[in-house]
């Protein structure tokens, strides 16, 4: 496990932006959990029928997990494509939601520079 300390304070800086955006939804979902099922598409949802809140706190799990591989993790490139990715996903399939989910592109694209980082190829 990487010490997040050891890093230079870019790198730092984007591992915590990138994670915290990761890491605040299904803190979030605990508390409010409809709130952020609006962020299933809705064939998902259709498809999930009573099983969509299990889906959303799943899916919250893999987000933590992600987020805190991409605060501790020593091989930064492979979470950080896989947030880039979820990331424009999420955006993709709700292009409706656009004018709030902008700046999940923007997240993707700093989970793109961090795994574009100089250490990342160490």
Do not use: C
Request: glycine residues 4%.
């Amino acid at each position: 496990m990487l010490n997040p300390l050891t890093l230079g304070t870019s790198e730092l800086l984007l591992r915590v932006a990138v994670a915290f955006s990761f890491i605040y939804p299904p803190i979030s979902a605990l508390t409010d959990p409809y709130a952020w099922l609006g962020y299933f598409p809705v064939w998902a949802t259709t498809l999930l029928g009573t099983h969509a809140l299990l889906a959303l706190h799943l899916f919250g799990a893999v987000e933590v997990l992600l987020a805190l591989w991409i605060l501790f993790g020593k091989h930064i490139r492979v979470p950080s494509y896989i947030a880039a990715a979820l990331l424009l996903l999420i955006v993709g399939f709700n292009m409706p939601q656009f004018p709030i989910l902008f700046r999940d592109v923007s997240i993707a694209l700093a989970a793109l520079a961090l795994a574009h980082f100089p250490h990342a190829r160490t």
